[in-house]
């Protein structure tokens, strides 16, 4: 039996071929200006829905380790190559 190829076949913390694919689809999504759109859709159409929103946001905020500085600083957003 071959070994398989750790460069086509790197997966979990590595699956490079799938980040670039994700990157690819975002940068086309934003540059189609699809953004503004979308966010307009995901608005909550009542104050209900609104709570339930916040609601969860305040979940998964719960399970962080804090704000990410960059959003902060520009300067310490790591360049695209």
């Not at 690819?24 to 934003?30: C, G, I, S």
């Not at 009542?46 to 305040?58: F, G, H, L, V």
């Amino acid at each position: 039996m071959n070994p398989p190829d750790k460069d086509k076949d790197l997966q979990g913390e590595g699956n490079y071929d799938a980040t670039r694919r994700y990157d690819k689809a975002q940068r086309e999504f934003v540059e189609a200006g699809k953004v503004e759109p979308a966010a307009r859709a995901a608005k909550p159409r009542d104050a209900a829905e609104a709570e339930d929103m916040k609601r969860a946001e305040e979940a998964g905020k719960s399970h962080v380790k804090g704000e990410d500085p960059a959003l902060k600083d520009p300067r310490l957003v790591p360049k695209q190559p």
